[in-house]
Each structure stands twice: as structure tokens, then as C-alpha cells.
């Protein structure tokens, strides 16, 4: 028969001089004789998920009527099952007391984020039971919530959730998106000040100087703390600030990657979040914070739309040519840089982010034929699965000599701008250009060799 580890739930078999105190000491020790989890019975997969029991459940409210948090959490890690899960409340607790708080130990930290997951693993949470809401997220990314310890895991957690529902909706090929957690949140059409709130809060940790370097050149407790939770373990103070930057980057890229997703059109979406961005991107100061925020994007689509929008405000004459190849060679010779704050650069290290950033466009415009991602992601999934190729459009036809063509007019031009040979750096970047132009010319089963008196796509040559 299996040995259970009984705390009575029955307050009249207590004697009326046992003190709070004697209770907890009583929890303390039961779980000292509990070095792993309780033996568990056969799961039977047949078997009716239910809450868990009204008696294991007071062993945990004795924990939290007594602010054990250890003890909460051990508890819990051990009855949560296929078969049985905790009361929302229950779950709320963790959150917002444990996980949360400003005064527990890395352990229970760590703990209190492990049993989360594993809640979310085997009870997946949707819209109507998640145990976050927008207000309790806003709180932690704002001032107030900054030197919280559990920072990182709480949004690990948060984007954790909406991963899952979202991936869950999708391969059950719903046609109900807007029924998930995210489309609760972050959709650009219902929440669009979430949205914003989301690029606000990236742009100011890419920014921030006093998460990159703290001014008495330490880090924070809550900062080591942070990052011990969250598995990482550089070498030194201010790598260690890095990756916390970037961990909270990445999670918050995400979630804008989602949002491109969850309603009907993402190059709608797309449009959409790329107009925030817009003025948010040219208010950074610094080409390695800029760096940052376009590298770790996940949504290749997104990045597209911001980086046309952006040279599309550069370029003296504009175009009516759509995100495509043509527009790119468009770009190359009709753009100037809009970014400021480059007082501590050479003129040539402008010119140098701007083939970089035409770099990144076309790289990611490769990704949104190939991978579909115009088409909303329950459409995509059958064109993938399919193998149907991409539609290119009539300004995708662009050829080797076309190529050729812009970039010679462009390195013409740099030295003409600059007065100067061009910096290797800068020579070795646009040969690259060059080549990726080469190759997305040569992927072009409808371009063909040019004779020499050809013109290119039109609306291409240089106004």
C-alpha cells in the first residue's frame, strides 16, 4: 500500500495549545523525510483530470497560511500530475507571491519557475485560465518592477504561455485564432496599445544605459540573481548585464513575432507594428544598439517592414515599387541614412550600416518567399507541407547585369560622397551585397541573362 505523508486537515484533532508555529515545524519536517517526489500510483491514461485532492490541497494552504514558500512549492511540484492539477488561486500564488517577490531565495525562485512549467506542460493554459494578465505584466517591465529577481523567469513564463496556445490552436488547425491567449493581448486590431507597449519596453532595454553598465560599475543583487535563475553563468559583472539584456530582448521579440501572427494577415500586422517602430528605431543613439534590435527580430517579415519603412523615408524621390528585389537595388542608389547620433563616427561607418541594413532586408525577404510568410499561419502550413514555391512578383525579375549595374553606380557614388577610396570594411560589406544580390538573381527561374542594352525592372534605374 503506498505510504502517504498525512497532515491533518481536521483543526478539532489539534490540541488548543499547538501554535502556528508548532504546525510549520510539523510541514518542515514531513518534507525532510520526502527527498523526491511522493510515490506515485500508475497513471491511467483514461483517468479524469480533476483538481487536485481537498486533502493534499490543505497541505499546501498550510504552507501558505504559515509563509513557507519552500514548502508551497515542494508540495505542489509532487501532486501536480496528468491527472490532477492545482486551483487557479493556487496557481495565482505562485506568480505573484513567489515568483515574484523581492525577498526569496534563488532556490525557491528557481523552484517556484521549474513548477510553473510544469503545470503549463501537463495543463496548458489557455484564455480563460491563464493566471497573468496585461496590468501584472506591465508592472514587472515598468520602473516598479525593474529589480524584481524573477523579472526574467516571470517573462519567460508569460511568453511560455503564449507559445503554447498559440502553437496548440495552430496544430489542431482551428480557424479561431482570436480565441487564443495572445490574440487576447496582442492583437494589433483589438490591443494595439499593448502592442506599442511591447516595442517601448524593448527599445528601452536595447537603450538603456544603466542596464548596460551600472554606474558604480557592479552588479545588483537582484541582477546576478537574475541571471543565476535563468541558467546563465558568465564570467564577468558586465557580461553578465549582456545577457540579461538579451535574454529579456529575445522573450520581448517574441512576443512581437506573435503579434505579427495572430490576426487574419500578417503583412497587414506587419504594417501595422512597423509604423510604431518606426519612430521608436530612430531615436536610438548607438549602431550597436540599433544592431541589436535587428538581429535578434525573429519575425523576418516584421524586420522587412521596418527596414523599407525606413528607407523608404530616406530616399529623396520615392517609389511605388513593393518589398522586393528590384526595390532593394532601388534603395541602394536612391537612400541616405536617416539615423542621428553617429557625432563619434566616421561618415564612412554611416554608409557602412546602411549596406548592413540593406544586407538584413534582403536576407530577410528571402525568408518571406521561401517560408510563405505573407500567408496567415494555418494557410502556410499547407503550403509548406505541399512544397508549393513562392509567387514572385513582377519586380522580383531582376537580373546578374542588373545587379551588376547598381552596385557599380553605388560604389561610384560612395567615393563621390566620401572623397576618399572606401574603407575595406565598407568594401568588403558591399562586395557581400553583391553577392546576395548574385545569388537571389540566380534563384530567379523567370530572370535571364540581359544583353548589354537592356534595362532593368522598371521603376529600378537611378531618378
Not at 37 to 59: D, F
Not at 173 to 178: E, G, K
Request: aromatic share 6%; net charge positive; glycine share 4%.
Amino acid at each position: 500500500m503506498e505510504e502517504l505523508i498525512v497532515i491533518s486537515d481536521d483543526s478539532g484533532s489539534e490540541s488548543s495549545g499547538e501554535s502556528r508555529s508548532g504546525r510549520a515545524r510539523r510541514i518542515r519536517r514531513a518534507l525532510s523525510r520526502t527527498p523526491g517526489a511522493l510515490p506515485r500510483r500508475t497513471v491511467n491514461k483514461n483517468r479524469k483530470v480533476e483538481p487536485i485532492s481537498h486533502r493534499r490541497l490543505r497541505m499546501v494552504t498550510n504552507t501558505i497560511e504559515e509563509n513557507f514558500p519552500l514548502g508551497t512549492v515542494q508540495f505542489l511540484m509532487d501532486f501536480v500530475s496528468p491527472q490532477h492539477y492545482p486551483p487557479r488561486e493556487i496557481v495565482a500564488h505562485i506568480v505573484q507571491k513567489i515568483l515574484l517577490s523581492d525577498s526569496e531565495t534563488l532556490d525557491v525562485l528557481k523552484d517556484a519557475y521549474m513548477l510553473l512549467m510544469k503545470i503549463q506542460q501537463l495543463h496548458p493554459a489557455n484564455a480563460k485560465t491563464v493566471e497573468w494578465d496585461w496590468k501584472l505584466l506591465t508592472y514587472v517591465m515598468e520602473e516598479e518592477g525593474q529589480n524584481l529577481p524573477g523579472r526574467v523567469l516571470f517573462l519567460r513564463y508569460v511568453v511560455q504561455t503564449l507559445e503554447d496556445d498559440f502553437q496548440h490552436i495552430v496544430r489542431r488547425q482551428r480557424q479561431h485564432l482570436q480565441q487564443s491567449i495572445a490574440s487576447t493581448v496582442l492583437s494589433c486590431d483589438k490591443q494595439p496599445h499593448n502592442v506599442r507597449d511591447v516595442i517601448k519596453w524593448l527599445v528601452r532595454v536595447v537603450t538603456d544605459d544603466g542596464l548596460t553598465q551600472p554606474p558604480n560599475g557592479n552588479q545588483t543583487s537582484s541582477e546576478k540573481r537574475i541571471l543565476k535563475a535563468s541558467g546563465s553563468h558568465p564570467a564577468s559583472q558586465t557580461s553578465l548585464t549582456k545577457n540579461t539584456i538579451k535574454l529579456i530582448v529575445c522573450h520581448l521579440q517574441r512576443m512581437l513575432s506573435i503579434a505579427v501572427e495572430v490576426d487574419r494577415t500578417p503583412t497587414c500586422s506587419s504594417n501595422k507594428i512597423a509604423e510604431m517602430m518606426f519612430g521608436f528605431v530612430l531615436d536610438i543613439p548607438e549602431r550597436s544598439q540599433r544592431e541589436m534590435f535587428f538581429t535578434t527580430m525573429e519575425s523576418h517579415l516584421l524586420r522587412c517592414k521596418v527596414l523599407e519603412i525606413i528607407f523608404l523615408h530616406s530616399c529623396e524621390i520615392p517609389t511605388r515599387l513593393p518589398l522586393s528585389l528590384a526595390q532593394t537595388l532601388y534603395f541602394l542608389n536612391n537612400s541616405t541614412s536617416l539615423l542621428k547620433c553617429q557625432s563619434d563616427k566616421t561618415q564612412w561607418q554611416t554608409w557602412d550600416e546602411l549596406v548592413e541594413h540593406l544586407q538584413f532586408l534582403l536576407s530577410s525577404y528571402q525568408h518571406v518567399l521561401r517560408e510563405h510568410l505573407r500567408s496567415s499561419v494555418i494557410d502556410r502550413k499547407d503550403l509548406i507541407i505541399k512544397r508549393i514555391k513562392p509567387k514572385l512578383q513582377q519586380a522580383d525579375d531582376i537580373t546578374v547585369m542588373d545587379v551588376e549595374k547598381q552596385i557599380k553606380a553605388f560604389q561610384g557614388r560612395l567615393i563621390q560622397m566620401l572623397g576618399e577610396p572606401l574603407a575595406p570594411q565598407l568594401q568588403n560589406k558591399v562586395h557581400l551585397l553583391k553577392l546576395l544580390l548574385i545569388f537571389a538573381a540566380d534563384l530567379n527561374p523567370d530572370a535571364e541573362p540581359s544583353p548589354k542594352n537592356s534595362r532593368g525592372p522598371r521603376g529600378l534605374s537611378k531618378h
